[in-house]
């Protein structure tokens, strides 16, 4: 079956660091891939999304790559800020099926001035 | 212009009881998403409406969860005889439809569940 698998966080950076949050799936066919963000206190949001095979996804700093040989999408950023600071999910959804997207277990992100 | 609603944000019930959940989506949207958001189970998908054809209902857990969505429009989940493992958010989202994959999800803010 289709899953999502992402570093277990919680992540603890400092202002201006790098950021990587480690994304790998498992999945039958081709499947879209999405990072969504959820900001204390309110609904998740799409942040990326990539379709196919070598496409980059990319928005407000953060970017990601859909890379079918080692089945990943991490995400980076290259200096966080405190307002980084949420959960990140990774998710996948089969284009041949509903759309229903399929999420990893979540990073929470902590930015610390 | 409105987001996806949903009501009540909170809803607090007793072991046994049944709930309905709404989601209003947003004007145009076509496919309709219910998933729920727990400790132990992270974000899972539960039913999926698209237009007049039969829903996905491959994600409820057990009999006693149902959903409807009349006039293509608001969706309703009902859990009947509430049990606490059912404590959880409830989300909604919805997307223009079509090829479902490339459209992206709009979340509402979810109804939070607590089963006493």
């Known amino acids: 079956g289709n899953s999502v698998t992402q570093m277990e966080g919680p992540v603890t950076l400092s202002e201006e660091a790098f950021l990587t949050i480690n994304c790998t799936y498992t999945a039958t066919g081709y499947p879209s891939l999405f990072w969504y963000v959820q900001y204390p206190g309110e609904g998740l949001q799409l942040l990326l999304k990539a379709t196919k095979a070598d496409d980059k996804g990319s928005n407000k700093g953060f970017e990601a790559t859909y890379r079918k040989e080692t089945t990943s999408f991490h995400l980076e950023k290259g200096s966080v800020q405190v307002s980084d600071s949420a959960v990140y999910f990774c998710?996948?959804?089969?284009?041949?099926?509903?759309?229903?997207?399929?999420f990893g277990q979540g990073t929470t992100l902590q930015v610390k001035p | 212009g409105a987001g996806v609603s949903q009501s009540p944000s909170n809803k607090v019930t007793e072991k046994g009881k049944d709930v309905e959940l709404r989601c209003d989506p947003i004007s145009g949207h076509t496919a309709l998403y219910w998933y729920r958001q727990s400790l132990g189970q992270g974000l899972e998908f539960l039913i999926y409406f698209q237009g007049n054809s039969a829903p996905d209902k491959s994600g409820l857990p057990s009999d006693r969860f149902s959903a409807e969505r009349t006039g293509g429009s608001v969706s309703t989940l009902t859990i009947q005889r509430t049990q606490q493992e059912d404590s959880a958010v409830y989300l909604c989202?919805?997307?223009?439809?079509?090829?479902?994959?490339?459209?992206?999800?709009?979340f509402g803010p979810g109804t939070r569940l607590t089963v006493l």
């Open positions: 998710a996948l959804s089969d284009p041949s099926n509903t759309g229903k997207l399929i």
């Open positions: 989202a919805s997307s223009l439809g079509g090829q479902g994959a490339l459209n992206e999800q709009f």
